[in-house]
């Protein structure tokens, strides 16, 4: 027979595959947290600008209160505001600025309290140049602006009654120290999330492959029985292709030879066509099973009663062994468990050689019962008992027999498989391989 190779580990059908749905979890993962960070920004965001601003109006209280209670203001007073609120404080004695806080004033610093008096006088109509002794309630405008230059203030424009005339201030704080804090948390938040895709792409990557390993072991099994199942057919097709032609030249005589061996290879192709179609039936999921509650036993009585003679035939010894106590039953289509049964057997026949012992077994525990076929012929080596139940495999190649194609033991698995229970394959004690179908009790 022929037996084909499996292709490579990622044929590029399956490796295109692999990378569009990994990239595909990676989109929808990535745009998942994307939007839940996004979210979460905002409300941290927001709580922050909310900080910044509660923190902006109680330097403001503190700083109004002072300004109207007390009638002497310090310049050390004034730094001292400055250095903890981390303000900007101008003052207006009477319209006129604080020699000394001009000094100090940056160019920037000049240009921001230019313009937050500006806004106040534009917007909200408080004019600190246009305001005389003659307003008698004390008025103040908060607002937020930008300067030229793009940086960002709380601002609060006051004018306060004083009993010699008024006093004004320009009070600014800015952003500078929120923007940093949020811009930093947004960096957090970016490198938090990149290395989570390249953590999810590396996730997504091996989760991929290990969902698509079965459907790729499939396709390739698919093309090894496709191989497989052709190279068998091809044998007797070519056979009867060529007996038909050999007699139609042929003598009467020799004409009913090659008839006849057209006949024989034409049942050969009806056996396998037949164990292909119950394998298709089994991948597919549509055999149908009659499960009544029956005595083991009588399986393996019946079994020895059709093989008796047979084994004999061939020079070989068939015993069975069965428990002395009374076995429970189990759940299960006599003639499917009988066609498992008998492929076990048709195999030990095959295999066994002259002289040797073929023993059909029987034990079981309260929850299994175990049926068992062993011969004592070449048996099994370790490394091809895990080809064993693959379709068209045969240890032995160089088997001339035509009964077998290598399909027996595949469709005895599915059978077993679809009751539930296991076909496993052990050595004989001193040589040989031994073949136990375990099959769940039926309940009382």
């Given at each position: 027979?022929i037996?084909?190779e499996?292709?490579p580990?990622h044929?590029p059908?399956f490796r295109?595959?692999?990378?569009?749905l990994?990239?595909?979890?990676l989109t929808?993962?990535?745009?998942i947290l994307a939007?839940?960070?996004?979210?979460?920004?905002y409300f941290?965001?927001s709580?922050?600008?909310?900080?910044g601003?509660?923190?902006?109006?109680?330097s403001?209280?503190s700083?109004?209160?002072?300004?109207?209670?007390?009638?002497t203001?310090?310049l050390?007073?004034?730094a001292g505001?400055e250095?903890n609120?981390?303000t900007?404080?101008?003052l207006?004695?009477?319209?006129k600025?604080?020699?000394?806080?001009?000094?100090r004033?940056?160019?920037?610093?000049?240009?921001?309290i230019?313009?937050?008096k500006e806004t106040?006088s534009?917007?909200?109509g408080?004019?600190?140049?246009?305001a005389d002794?003659?307003?008698l309630?004390s008025?103040?405008?908060?607002?937020?602006?930008?300067?030229?230059?793009?940086k960002?203030?709380?601002?609060?424009?006051?004018?306060?009654?004083?009993?010699n005339?008024?006093?004004s201030?320009?009070?600014?704080?800015s952003?500078?120290?929120?923007?940093?804090?949020i811009?930093?948390?947004?960096?957090?938040f970016?490198?938090?999330?990149?290395?989570?895709l390249?953590l999810l792409?590396?996730?997504?990557?091996?989760?991929?492959?290990?969902?698509l390993?079965?459907?790729?072991?499939?396709?390739r099994?698919?093309?090894q029985?496709?191989?497989?199942a052709s190279?068998?057919?091809?044998?007797p097709?070519s056979?009867?292709?060529?007996?038909?032609?050999a007699?139609?030249?042929?003598?009467p005589k020799?004409?009913?030879r090659?008839t006849?061996?057209?006949?024989?290879e034409?049942?050969?192709?009806?056996?396998?066509?037949d164990d292909?179609?119950?394998?298709a039936?089994?991948?597919?999921?549509s055999w149908t099973l009659m499960p009544?509650p029956?005595?083991?036993?009588?399986?393996?009585l019946d079994?020895y009663?059709?093989?008796?003679?047979?084994?004999r035939?061939k020079?070989?010894?068939l015993?069975?062994?069965?428990p002395?106590e009374?076995?429970p039953?189990?759940?299960?289509d006599e003639?499917?468990?009988?066609?498992v049964l008998?492929?076990l057997m048709?195999n030990?026949?095959?295999?066994t050689?002259?002289?040797?012992?073929?023993?059909?077994s029987?034990?079981?525990?309260?929850?299994?019962?175990?049926?068992?076929?062993a011969d004592?012929?070449?048996?099994?080596?370790?490394p091809?008992?895990?080809?064993?139940?693959?379709?068209f495999f045969?240890?032995?190649?160089?088997?001339?027999s035509k009964?077998?194609?290598g399909?027996g033991l595949?469709?005895?698995?599915?059978i077993?498989?679809i009751?539930?229970?296991?076909?496993?394959?052990?050595?004989?004690?001193?040589?040989g391989?031994?073949?136990?179908?375990i099959?769940?009790t039926?309940p009382v």
């Amino acid at each position: 027979m022929i037996k084909t190779e499996g292709g490579p580990s990622h044929p590029p059908l399956f490796r295109k595959m692999r990378l569009r749905l990994t990239l595909l979890c990676l989109t929808v993962t990535g745009l998942i947290l994307a939007g839940a960070t996004c979210l979460c920004l905002y409300f941290s965001e927001s709580g922050i600008a909310k900080n910044g601003s509660t923190s902006f109006t109680n330097s403001l209280n503190s700083i109004l209160t002072h300004l109207e209670s007390q009638n002497t203001i310090t310049l050390q007073w004034i730094a001292g505001i400055e250095q903890n609120h981390t303000t900007v404080l101008s003052l207006y004695d009477n319209g006129k600025p604080l020699f000394y806080q001009e000094l100090r004033r940056t160019q920037e610093e000049k240009n921001a309290i230019s313009l937050a008096k500006e806004t106040a006088s534009v917007k909200y109509g408080l004019d600190l140049d246009a305001a005389d002794a003659s307003s008698l309630l004390s008025k103040h405008v908060e607002f937020r602006f930008k300067t030229n230059d793009r940086k960002e203030y709380y601002a609060s424009v006051v004018l306060l009654p004083k009993a010699n005339g008024h006093l004004s201030a320009v009070i600014l704080q800015s952003l500078d120290a929120q923007k940093h804090q949020i811009y930093g948390q947004r960096f957090v938040f970016l490198g938090a999330d990149t290395a989570a895709l390249l953590l999810l792409a590396v996730f997504f990557w091996f989760f991929t492959g290990k969902t698509l390993a079965p459907l790729e072991e499939n396709r390739r099994q698919q093309a090894q029985f496709i191989a497989s199942a052709s190279h068998e057919l091809r044998s007797p097709l070519s056979v009867m292709l060529s007996c038909l032609t050999a007699s139609q030249k042929a003598a009467p005589k020799d004409a009913a030879r090659f008839t006849e061996t057209i006949q024989l290879e034409g049942k050969r192709m009806s056996r396998l066509i037949d164990d292909m179609l119950q394998l298709a039936g089994a991948d597919a999921c549509s055999w149908t099973l009659m499960p009544a509650p029956l005595p083991p036993d009588t399986l393996l009585l019946d079994t020895y009663e059709k093989y008796e003679y047979l084994a004999r035939e061939k020079g070989l010894t068939l015993r069975i062994r069965l428990p002395e106590e009374e076995c429970p039953l189990v759940l299960c289509d006599e003639e499917r468990i009988a066609q498992v049964l008998s492929i076990l057997m048709d195999n030990a026949l095959s295999y066994t050689p002259s002289t040797g012992h073929i023993t059909l077994s029987l034990s079981f525990t309260a929850s299994h019962v175990s049926l068992s076929v062993a011969d004592d012929g070449p048996g099994i080596p370790d490394p091809a008992k895990k080809q064993v139940f693959q379709r068209f495999f045969r240890q032995d190649k160089a088997h001339t027999s035509k009964e077998h194609f290598g399909l027996g033991l595949s469709i005895a698995r599915e059978i077993v498989k679809i009751h539930k229970g296991r076909l496993v394959l052990s050595d004989t004690p001193g040589g040989g391989a031994t073949f136990t179908i375990i099959l769940k009790t039926a309940p009382v």
